[in-house]
């Protein structure tokens, strides 16, 4: 089992700034790459941003200027750094973990619970 775990949603001001956390533990061995969605209220679930193993990341349109994705391999945990938040960026923020196990490696792709993050005066 891989469990995937997501801190660091509050409430915060708009032009305000929140850095959010997720651990993967137990039988994670490889990771490929590892990401953040989001969901608003009535909406879909939304790519946010995702960084692969070696480095590279990719973001939405809505939140490339603003936001930051990074990851500590060694520990796998990752990281976003959202800076001057917008109301509209109000929702649950989930962590996407996909790998392969040690154990016939086997390929998994795990979720967080999710963090909530609301932007609010």
């Known amino acids: 089992q891989v469990q995937v775990m997501e801190t660091g949603g509050a409430l915060v001001q708009p032009g305000g700034s929140l850095k959010l956390s997720c651990t993967a533990s137990g039988n994670v061995y490889s990771i490929s790459t590892m990401g953040w969605y989001r969901q608003a209220p009535g909406k879909e679930r939304e790519v946010v941003a995702t960084i692969v193993s070696g480095g590279s990341t990719s973001y939405s349109d809505s939140v490339k200027s603003r936001f930051t994705v990074s990851r500590d391999n060694g520990k796998n945990i990752l990281y976003l750094q959202m800076n001057n938040l917008k109301p509209e960026d109000t929702a649950i923020y989930y962590c996407?973990?996909?790998?392969?196990?040690?154990?016939?490696?086997?390929?998994?792709?795990?979720w967080g619970r999710g963090t909530q993050v609301t932007v609010r005066s």
């Open positions: 996407n973990v996909i790998g392969r196990k040690l154990k016939g490696w086997e390929s998994y792709n795990s």
